[in-house]
């Protein structure tokens, strides 16, 4: 007996590691030409929100704006208090994301890129943000496969606007690529829990600035054709004209843009624009 | 005082599942190929049954079960019971279990096929769909050598450092897909290893684990009134590679006095023993892990512009020590328990949240009870830091009289108050037409932890329940059950009530009601209790011997769900609900 107890315990700790993993700490390096997408779920009665929002802004300055934000109000979390809020920021096309990406019941949780580095109960793409800075950094250590550049046009008085996407292929591709727009909307100002908040109602901030707020798809949510087998330095683009909703304020809107794969469904470039320049 | 950094639909003791299943239910292609094809486990069982029958067609025996749910989603915006896949465009969603053991002498094998379609047990608030060989297992036992591969349920003295179980109704099925071997030294000891991965639905774990146990028993002389069951047990965690990869990449963003030291293994021990003498029973149990990375989402962290936020890696040592003692007499049984968490969040994936992925199993320090209204707030363990203790008295005053009183005292290590419950039941049989079972509980629950409610104040609850079973001749039978929570906080009052007839040997029907006291000036703070609502439910049930098959109307309100004091968040529900269930 004593001599199998032994024995076990001499195996355990002989097996023990003496030196733990050198890791590197350090800020993003930014030198890689690969935008990150990240789309956010939120809604105002989500308390730890307006924290993940904050590390958002961070990791926006922190990579140099080549992280660009959505922030889509849906799910559970996202139901307006009628009594406090001005605003419903839940849309079908937000919905609609919620169920394509995954969304559960976890917020605040964003997907990197739709790259599923981890995953939901039911297997989404989405993850919390004690992981939003790694999955960053992994996603920007490589170059991007693809450039995307977005030139908006906008007509105040129809509220007109004009949408041109120009991609270009930095390696060859065997599938088809598809392009996505969405509209956003910063600067809003409305009623929101967060847990930081003290006084004067704790945990409840009246005049809480919503910021990337997901407004509308002007493309299909899947992603609509943008180009087939795209070789290395192949061009292409893709226009649209939308009609601005006389509920937003043009001047605080945001065009997102971004190349999406057809077989991984995962995203290969982004790009941002103003509505009004 | 430690605040949870996540809103959650389920609570803090559920996740995600670990990184091997994507948003369609199919398995990532990092993880393919790891299984064995459903037909062919299926065909593999059924011929080595064969060959075994053919040659004595008597040698063993068949058993097994079904177990099928299925729920129709009916929109109910007023309560909360929309907004979801369930109710917008799937309608109905189904789970089955289909278990087939087979036994022969000192070998046994089983299988299990599950299925989810449009299931939301996985995530109350999603849809998910998946089918397959479940669970299968070979089992023999060559005299003192006892082995079993496949997927396999077992733990480690209380399941402190390693449990392995299921829990249908919370998805939680962390079987170890892989081999454990077990050798009796002699009568009284006994030596196990065991070494695998942690399944998850269809797939399992890139780490793997392993681990053992050493158990013994010790008595005195023929007639000694003492016992000792002493054990130690370890389980080792190595990581794979792209789990490394993936903390690295994350720990990587910290600031250096965030940092962590990761290593490949992680370790955890524990030492066990049960005491018994005459009466009195003793339990402890001490566990410690070390060089586990672990997240924490109360941590702050600070970034590299100066920003401080919320949840990180972590990597401090973990410790549990756990008592029970028990007395047990003709009249009267006494147990009082103790409980000291610090650190101890042990999962097969450091990203994993809650409850997936979970390696180990902590006991709970609160009463699990099963009355509506007594189990409306539920004290979920907590794995972080906890500190706590329970007593359980139960009384017989004669045969008709029986009392209960149970008391729960939960800290955490800063000494905050979690959770405090009074609980007394008095059961009385005055003949055998009659029983009757009533009492009065006292809660005082910390809503900003356990649920995220931040800035509430506690819920401080007292709830008069009662439970009356008239029978009025052999076959026929009434029960009726009462309750009522007074609070002022939270969605304030409820009131419960449920009447069930029984015409034995085969039906139930039953149909219950709650409904909200909110005072107006709750309701003024939570405007969703305006719209007073009646959660309504009427159903039947019908037994034919090992058949049972129940169907319900049902309107739930949106609550925790515990069992074992492992709890999870439930949705609203409005709908329907078949549920079957066949032994065979």
Known sequence: MRNILFILLTVSFLACEKDPIKIVYGPPSNTSDQKVLMEEFTGFNCTFCPQGSDDITSLISLNQGNVIAVSIHSGFFAMPNPQKNKYDFRTVDGDALYTLLGAGGFYPAAAINRTGFSTTPEGGLVNNQTSWAGDINTLRENPAAAGLSIETSYISVTRELKIKLTGIAKADFNEKLLANIMITESGIVDWQKDARVETPVKGENASYIHNHVFRDAVTQIAGDDFVTNPSKGQTFTKEYTYTLSGAWVAENCEVIGFITSSSSGKVIQVNEAKVVH | ?584
């Open chain 2, 1 to 584: 005082m430690k605040i949870n950094y996540q809103c959650s639909l389920f609570n803090y003791n559920l996740s995600k599942l670990p990184r091997n299943i994507n948003f369609r239910g199919e398995i990532k292609k990092t993880m393919t190929n790891k299984m064995m094809p459903g037909n062919l486990l299926l065909f593999l069982f059924i011929f080595i049954i064969s060959s075994v029958c053919a040659q004595d067609p008597l040698a063993g025996r068949f058993s097994g079960s079904l177990q099928a749910n299925g729920n129709f989603f009916i929109k109910d915006s007023l309560i909360g019971a929309y907004k979801t896949p369930q109710y917008e465009s799937k309608k109905f969603g189904s789970e089955l279990w289909l278990n087939l053991n087979y036994n022969a002498k000192d070998f046994d094998m089983g299988l299990r096929f599950d299925m989810f379609n449009n299931s939301n047990i996985v995530n109350p608030n999603g849809s998910f769909t998946g089918q397959g060989i479940g669970v299968w297992w070979i089992h023999k036992k060559v005299n003192a050598f006892d082995f079993r591969v496949g997927y396999i349920y077992d733990q480690i003295g209380s399941g402190i450092i390693y449990r392995a179980y299921e829990d249908r109704p919370l998805a939680i099925d962390n079987a170890l897909y892989g081999a454990r071997m077990s050798y009796d030294i002699n009568q009284d000891w006994k030596v196990k290893v065991f070494a695998g991965k942690v399944k998850t639905f269809f797939a399992y774990s890139g780490p793997t684990i392993k681990g053992g146990s050493i158990t013994g028993f010790i008595t005195g002389k023929e007639g000694s009134t003492w016992s000792l069951a002493p054990g130690v047990g370890f389980v080792n965690q190595t990581f794979d590679d792209e789990t490394i990869q993936q903390i690295t990449a994350n720990v990587s963003t910290y600031t250096p006095s965030d940092g962590i030291n990761l290593y490949h293994n992680t370790y955890a021990g524990s030492a066990f023993n049960t005491l018994t003498y005459k009466n009195l029973s003793l339990y402890i149990e001490g566990a410690y892990k070390y060089h586990d990375v672990y997240r924490d989402a109360t941590a702050p962290l600070t970034l590299w512009d100066g920003t401080v936020t919320a949840g990180k890696f972590r990597d401090d040592p973990g410790t549990v020590f756990f008592g029970s003692l028990t007395y047990a007499a003709d009249k009267i049984g006494i147990t009082l328990e103790g409980k000291r968490t610090e650190n101890f969040r042990y999962r097969i994936d450091p990203f994993a949240e809650g409850n997936f992925g979970a390696i180990n199993y902590i006991p709970p320090m609160a009463r699990q009870n099963t009355y509506r209204l007594t189990a409306f707030y539920s004290a979920v363990t907590q794995e972080l830091s906890e500190q706590a203790f329970q007593m359980d008295v139960t009384y017989s005053l004669n045969k008709k009289v029986g009392l209960l009183v149970n008391g729960s005292y939960i800290n955490d290590l800063e000494g905050n108050l979690l959770y405090r419950e009074i609980y007394t039941e008095a059961q009385i049989k005055p003949n055998t037409s009659w029983n009757i079972i009533g009492g009065l509980q006292l809660q005082n629950y910390n809503i900003d932890v356990y649920l995220s409610h931040k800035g509430e104040p506690n819920v401080k609850t007292i709830v008069p329940y009662a439970d009356v079973l008239y029978k009025m001749n052999k076959t026929k039978s009434i029960r009726l059950e009462a309750q009522y929570m007074s609070t002022k906080q939270d969605r304030g009052s409820w009131v419960y009530a449920l009447v069930e007839v029984g015409v034995a040997p085969h039906w139930i029907f039953t149909v219950s009601d709650m409904y909200n006291l909110a005072s107006d000036e709750i309701k003024r703070l939570k405007p969703e209790l305006k719209n007073k609502t009646h959660y309504f439910t009427a159903g039947l049930v019908y037994n034919a011997g090992t058949n049972r098959f129940s169907l319900n109307y049902v309107k739930q309100v949106d609550g925790i769900v515990c069992s074992g004091g492992v709890c999870r968040y439930e949705p609203a529900f409005s709908g329907v609900r078949l549920n079957m269930l066949s032994n065979f």
